[in-house]
């Protein structure tokens, strides 16, 4: 019964910003990393920026100094503050967690998808 869900896409404009969240729910033992990735028409899935449970981030160099992730681990969600937007960033985005539900077995489960859209 693992649940991830995303929440915050939108329609901005070229330099707005979008504030996407991601939270995991379920039989959950632990979460290994959770990340954010996109998928723009004809394009293949791409990372965008990854935290571990311990804090390390790291992130596509087309959006470094633009995008930042943060966790929240009380609340198992992940965020991804987006700034000074482009049109070449609109993809649909998904969110993956890399959670253990099973003894020492880790596992990747993936939300549905929320549609960023950045008008010129």
């Known amino acids: 019964q693992v649940q991830v869900v995303e929440s915050g896409g939108g329609l901005v404009q070229a330099g707005g910003s979008l504030r996407l969240s991601c939270a995991a729910s379920?039989?959950?033992?632990?979460?290994?990393?959770m990340g954010w990735y996109r998928q723009a028409p004809g394009k293949q899935r791409e990372l965008v920026a990854r935290?571990?449970?311990?804090?390390?981030?790291n992130y596509a160099d087309s959006v470094k100094g633009r995008f930042t992730i943060s966790r929240d681990n009380a609340k198992n969600t992940v965020y991804l503050q987006m700034n000074s937007l482009k049109p070449e960033d609109t993809a649909v985005y998904y969110c993956?967690?890399?959670?253990?539900?099973?003894?020492?077995?880790?596992?990747?489960?993936w939300g549905q998808g929320t549609q960023v859209t950045v008008s010129s």
């Open positions: 993956r967690a890399t959670l253990r539900v099973v003894a020492q077995i880790s596992h990747d489960y």
């Open positions: 935290i571990s449970s311990g804090g390390d981030t």
């Open positions: 379920g039989n959950i033992l632990s979460i290994n990393a």
